[in-house]
């Protein structure tokens, strides 16, 4: 279950799907509080349509969907399950995710209805719409940025709260609160702790997109702060211009303690075979990557010794184990996301009772929430922060060098 911490005991579419071990790993590659909570008051000001002025409260009798769980609390969960591509597979993770929580906390809390979004922002808006004439509490989802623009223009006006699982912030706001992780905090944390351990230049190969951007100005940010050097060398994802990326590089690399890639897949060890090829000597430089390092081939040498940030898996084997048990497949972060969603929503409607269990007081505790994948918080923008670990790569395997914070009071590097 999640626990509240203050008492815890125990682009576009393929886009954000890759990008989202922050909304997951990008494709694979996301509480609990003992005051009382108010409904907010300032969730939006958009125009809403008349007939939602006596929006149901309660659950109506029949709802449109997969139905699951016998609980009086309807909560809708929006999914792309008929989207092309890699989205349906998302969708059936975190549905799957979902219904393990159901099963293990909430069957006589609440009710969980399954909508299909189609992955597109008029089909989503659609069934943000019935959710809320059928009784729907609280709105689980959309998973995409467009998605989620479009359904939040219903609950909003509505004062329904939706946790969805979109990686894009710009989509973050009180009332529309992501649950995914990001690529700001994930910045945030390995800058911060390669600086504690004494680097004091960084030469970063960004792609030349909104994800790029983002990084971009989060380590100018914590770079400048501390007083280092950063220089950034910005690519497309083609051969031919990460090798020109790399030839930039080669003159100017002697003055730089460190390289930042924070790219997953296949691009960090392209950069650093090409690297290779070139005659560019990286064997003093400290490698730097990011939570998307989940996705990459570890035993490749040149990332002998390389650092990035991750998730919290000291409990995810077992959820993994379980999971797998019960529907044959291993799961990603996005099963995990669907699990703590449905846990974090039970936990306040039994803690806090229906009419308060979706207030701003409860959801933005600043003491945050233990999931799956470790601690996190939901701000007062809409956007989670998650309690990171440091890992290395020795010998071709992860390593952790630094455990994730199990408080957001602790001060760590």
């Not at 989802?141 to 989620?148: R, Y």
């Not at 800058?191 to 504690?196: D, F, M, P």
């Not at 211009?241 to 924070?262: N, R, T, W």
């Not at 790219?263 to 690297?275: A, F, K, S, W």
């Amino acid at each position: 279950m999640t626990y509240y911490l203050g008492t815890w005991t125990v682009q576009r579419f393929h886009g954000e799907i890759r990008s989202s071990w922050f909304g997951a790993i990008f494709l694979l590659m996301a509480c609990m509080l003992v005051f009382p909570a108010c409904q907010s008051t300032d969730l939006g000001t958009g125009s809403v349509q008349s007939d939602f002025s006596d929006a149901p409260t309660t659950p109506s009798p029949n709802a449109n969907g997969e139905v699951f769980g016998q609980g009086p609390v309807r909560v809708a969960m929006l999914l792309p399950t008929t989207a092309p591509g890699n989205a349906s597979a998302v969708a059936n993770e975190v549905r799957n995710g979902a219904l393990l929580a159901l099963q293990d906390f909430g069957q006589d809390a609440i009710q969980i209805v399954i909508k299909d979004s189609s992955g597109q922002a008029a089909s989503s808006q659609s069934a943000a719409t019935e959710a809320v004439r059928e009784g729907a509490a609280v709105i689980l989802g959309p998973v995409f940025a467009a998605n989620v623009s479009a359904a939040s223009a219903i609950t909003q006006p509505t004062r329904r709260t939706m946790i969805a699982f979109s990686t894009d912030t710009s989509v973050a706001k009180r009332g529309v609160y992501l649950l995914s992780y990001t690529p700001q905090d994930d910045t945030r944390r390995i800058i911060r702790y390669a600086i504690s351990q004494g680097r004091r230049s960084i030469l970063a190969f960004m792609p030349t997109n909104a994800e790029g951007t983002i990084r971009e100005a989060v380590l100018r940010q914590e770079a400048g702060a501390a007083g280092v050097n950063v220089r950034i060398i910005k690519y497309n994802r083609s051969s031919d211009d990460i090798e020109q990326a790399v030839a930039s590089a080669k003159d100017i690399l002697a003055g730089y303690d460190s390289i930042y890639i924070p790219e997953g897949n296949q691009i960090p060890n392209v950069i650093l075979q090409t690297m290779r090829r070139q005659g560019i000597n990286v064997v003093e430089k400290q490698i730097i990557g990011s939570g998307a390092w989940e996705t990459i081939k570890l035993e490749e040498a040149q990332l002998e010794n390389a650092i990035y940030p991750g998730r919290d898996v000291s409990r995810f084997e077992e959820f993994a184990t379980r999971y797998e048990t019960a529907n044959g497949s291993r799961p990603t972060v996005w099963a995990a996301l669907g699990y703590d969603s449905v846990t974090l929503v039970t936990d306040l409607v039994k803690r806090l009772g229906p009419d308060q269990a979706f207030g701003q007081q409860g959801l933005e505790n600043p003491r945050g929430f233990s999931g799956i994948n470790g601690i996190f918080r939901l701000r007062s923008d809409g956007t989670t922060e998650r309690g990171l670990a440091i890992y290395g790569i020795v010998g071709g395997e992860r390593k952790l060098l630094v455990p994730a914070p199990v408080s957001f009071a602790a001060n760590r590097t």
